[in-house]
Antibody, heavy 117, light 110 residues
Framework: QVQLVESGGALVKPGGSLRLSCVGS????????MTWLRQAPGKGLEWISY????????NYADSVRGRFTISRDNAKNSLFLQMDNLRVDDTAVYYC??????????WGQGTLVTVSS | EIVLTQSPGTLSLSPGERATLSCRAS???????LAWYQQKPGQAPRLLIY???DRPQGIPDRFSASGSETDFTLTISSLEPEDFAVYYC???????????FGQGTKLEIK
């Protein structure tokens, strides 16, 4: 069955960097665009980035543009999120997700990023 | 940029009762790109509805949804204990690709 597994979450200091990974299985990874979303503690859901199936086109939410970079390695069924210049308000559970049924998303289980001094 | 507003913020009901959740868009979003999710504590969101009214395989038929343009509704016909959770509506915009979420409705046991 379709599975997405994120990793790389950690405690990091403000201004630091972190790289998240997501491995997909149970589907042809290279055929799907992929997204990253996040959820701050006790808060709602926020879309943060998108990458096309082969990787040339990307889009970012204003809150992360210029600090985060999305990429993928289709040979390894992997999606990445490079996060630089992290801020306290970037603290959240980060999810990777795959399109499902046109308008929906299928989500991984998430990985926690905590930005604190 | 489209804003989705969900109401009520919190809904207190008992098992067996009917739940009606609302999602209003700041401008017309059509039907195709509106979805609903259920999220339980410590879990990822689960897709309940896509295309404003269609259920993915495996979603119980007590969940139904309707609406068009700016007003959308998620209905749970008879609440089961496992239905108490937070529900989000979501819009997908393809140009440029981005997803927008409502702030959520918490469905709690009365």
């Amino acid at each position: 069955q379709v599975q997405l597994v994120e990793s790389g979450g950690a405690l990091v200091k403000p201004g630091g960097s972190l790289r998240l990974s997501c491995v997909g299985s149970g589907f042809t990874f290279s055929e799907f665009y992929m997204t990253w979303l996040r959820q701050a503690p006790g808060k709602g859901l926020e879309w943060i980035s998108y990458i096309t199936s082969s990787g040339p086109a990307k889009n970012y939410a204003d809150s992360v543009r210029g600090r985060f970079t999305i990429s993928r390695d289709n040979a390894k069924n992997s999606l990445f999120l490079q996060m630089d210049n992290l801020r306290v308000d970037d603290t959240a559970v980060y999810y990777c997700a795959r399109p499902a049924y046109v308008s929906g998303l299928f989500w991984g289980q998430g990985t926690l990023v905590t930005v604190s001094s | 940029e489209i804003v989705l507003t969900q109401s009520p913020g919190t809904l207190s009901l008992s098992p067996g009762e009917r739940a009606t959740l609302s999602c209003r868009a700041s401008q017309s979003v059509g039907n195709t790109y509106l979805a609903w999710y259920q999220q339980k504590p410590g879990q990822a969101p689960r897709l309940l509805i896509y295309g404003a009214s269609d259920r993915p395989q495996g979603i119980p038929d007590r969940f139904s949804a309707s609406g068009s343009e700016t007003d959308f509704t998620l209905t749970i016909s008879s609440l089961e204990p496992e239905d108490f959770a937070v529900y989000y509506c979501q819009h997908y915009d393809s140009s440029p690709p981005r997803y927008t979420f409502g702030q959520g409705t918490k469905l709690e046991i009365k």
